[in-house]
């Protein structure tokens, strides 16, 4: 096996690296000559069957650009699920020299389809959210990312990223907020930075509006305070008024008599209210109220 001169980056077990010139250093071991031997023995099986060798390069070039719009993967990654080598990769999206690509590779890639594949990166605005949902709900992201056996500033170097996260990270993002946001924290520090900064509670989200960039959170929550409970309102609520914003600890306590007065469910208690369905589950999870059909049935 030769030596890999520097620059090279073709791997052994490869055509690419039996004909590598760089430095007049082409590799010679059996696995680079059985990969010669294989590519020239599938090319002519190919002519003879009258299937085409290679095809256009345009049509891959922009199917990996696209896919790399979506997913950000890089070339690595890309060459690692397709079996590609990554020069090649490469070579397509620069469009160096390669003005057609082997139809065996063409296919790999074209399998390889942006709507059914994890990203390398995402968009950092619902991370955002959640971190900024959990504070406000009273948790420490310190405290959180301790619990979590992770490094302590983890999640809080998340809120400083600025446009895009590793997907391994927003998918951490997610899996610690589905675990803490139906609790409140302990942390009156972390609730109040949170208040001063208006950051939305869980409550003021749904799974489908707290990683849209269009969306805002629900706003009859006031994050202002947790405590504060106008005991007319809270009334007014339960016989079906409807108020532009009320407190958090109005919402649980107009909620909590609701299933104990009226045994509304959850839909029964939105239609009422005209609050969205998912923010009255996270609220009966918060209270630790089982769902409506539970009670029945116990």
């Not at 520097?6 to 990969?35: D, F, K, Q």
């Not at 074209?110 to 605005?125: D, G, I, K, N, Q």
């Not at 709900?137 to 990312?145: N, Q, R, V």
């Not at 805002?216 to 008024?241: A, F, H, N, Y």
Request: net charge positive; hydrophobic share 40%; charged share 25%.
């Amino acid at each position: 096996m030769t030596a890999t001169p520097p620059g090279c980056r073709h791997r052994h077990g490869t055509r690419n690296r039996y004909e590598y010139r760089l430095c007049h250093a082409p590799c010679r071991c059996s696995g680079c000559r059985a990969a010669c031997a294989r590519y020239e023995r599938d090319r002519m099986t190919a002519l003879r069957a009258g299937r085409p060798w290679s095809v256009p390069a345009e049509d891959v070039r922009d199917h990996l650009r696209a896919l790399r719009a979506a997913t950000h993967l890089p070339c690595a990654n890309i060459a690692d699920l397709t079996g590609v080598d990554e020069r090649t990769i490469w070579a397509i999206l620069s469009g160096e020299r390669v003005g057609y690509v082997q139809t065996v590779n063409a296919e790999a890639i074209f399998a390889l389809e942006p709507a059914t594949t994890t990203p390398h990166r995402v968009p950092v605005l619902g991370t955002h959210r959640r971190l900024q949902a959990l504070a406000a709900a009273g948790h420490s992201l310190t405290g959180l990312a301790l619990a979590r056996g992770l490094s302590q500033n983890l999640l809080s170097a998340m809120l400083r990223v600025p446009q895009l996260l590793l997907y391994t990270s927003a998918r951490l993002a997610i899996d610690v907020y589905d675990e803490y946001s139906t609790a409140d924290g302990d942390s009156g520090r972390t609730r109040a930075y949170a208040a001063r900064r208006r950051w939305a509670p869980p409550e003021a989200w749904t799974d489908e509006t707290i990683d849209a960039a269009d969306a805002r959170p629900w706003d009859g929550v006031r994050v202002c305070s947790r405590t504060e409970v106008d005991e007319i309102k809270v009334e007014r609520l339960v016989q079906g008024e409807r108020f532009d914003r009320v407190t958090i600890a109005e919402r649980r306590a107009a909620v909590a008599l609701m299933r104990e007065r009226y045994r509304l469910d959850d839909l029964q208690i939105s239609a009422r209210t005209g609050w969205p369905r998912e923010s009255i589950q996270r609220t009966r999870a918060l209270l630790g109220l089982p769902p409506i059909s539970a009670r029945r049935a116990a």
